[in-house]
């Protein structure tokens, strides 16, 4: 069952901060954040796993809730280069080989 | 390190026709996983591939098939075209099967159907 991403899409200035919501139905294993920019391959953020932590890599970092089956992504103070589609791909537990995918939010960051 | 490659990159094809595309992973990578991309459907899950073994497969018809050669490259193989399959379908490939590990993508192959 495909996670869902909100939102759908968001728009900002330079330096805002902002928060992508991935959330499940069923209890997920991992959750994964990947990145697309327009005409490319889709690029990997990080991992989260069930029972791991917080997971940051520079101004990104993410969180998995297990109690609400959802994981966030924090962009903060947010730079152009972040512009781009953020997917977040679950893995659920007894089902733990098959990645699913949201379908991805708009992120356009303006000068 | 060379990349993930796909060929073609594009293609046009008519409905009824056939096409296979191919994946070459990342050397040393053994699994190869196969996503369709449409408009505001994200990444749709075809199949995975590790050690040319179908190890899982997405809820897709029978139409579409794929197989996993020995040196570990991949081809997806769609059969009876439809218009609904114009998408851009990336191939993943990473060391082993599993979901605990980074996926690379190619750059896809942009298959439109008339």
């Known amino acids: 069952q495909q996670p869902v991403q909100s939102p759908q899409a968001v728009i900002l200035r330079e330096g805002e901060d902002a928060v992508i919501n991935c959330s499940s139905s069923k ?6 954040w990947y990145r697309q920019k327009h005409g490319e391959a889709p690029v990997f953020l990080m991992i989260l796993l069930k029972g791991g932590e917080q997971k940051g890599h520079e101004k990104i970092s993410a969180s998995f809730n297990e109690k609400k089956q959802q994981s966030s992504l924090y962009l903060t103070a947010s730079q152009l280069s972040y512009s781009g589609t953020y997917f977040c791909g679950t893995a659920y537990s007894g089902s733990a080989r098959q990645l699913t995918f949201g379908s991805g939010t708009q992120l356009t960051v303006l000068p | 390190k060379a990349g993930v490659t796909q060929t073609p990159r594009y293609l046009i094809k008519t409905r009824g026709q056939q096409v ?12 190869v996983s196969w996503y ?7 990444l749709q899950f075809l199949f995975e591939y590790f050690s040319e073994t179908q190890r899982n497969k997405g809820n897709f018809p029978g139409r ?10 991949s081809e997806m193989n769609v059969s009876t075209l439809e ?7 990336l191939c993943a490939s990473r060391p082993t099967t599993g979901n605990t590990g980074e996926l690379f993508f190619g750059e896809g192959s942009r298959l439109t159907v008339l």
């Open chain 2, 64 to 73: 579409f098939s794929g197989r996993q050669f020995s040196n570990s490259r």
């Open chain 2, 20 to 31: 296979t595309l191919s994946c070459s992973p990342i050397s040393g990578h053994r699994s």
């Open chain 2, 36 to 42: 369709q991309q449409t408009p505001g459907q994200g």
């Open chain 1, 27 to 32: 209890a997920l294993y991992s959750v994964h």
């Open chain 2, 83 to 89: 218009l609904g399959d114009s998408a851009l379908y």
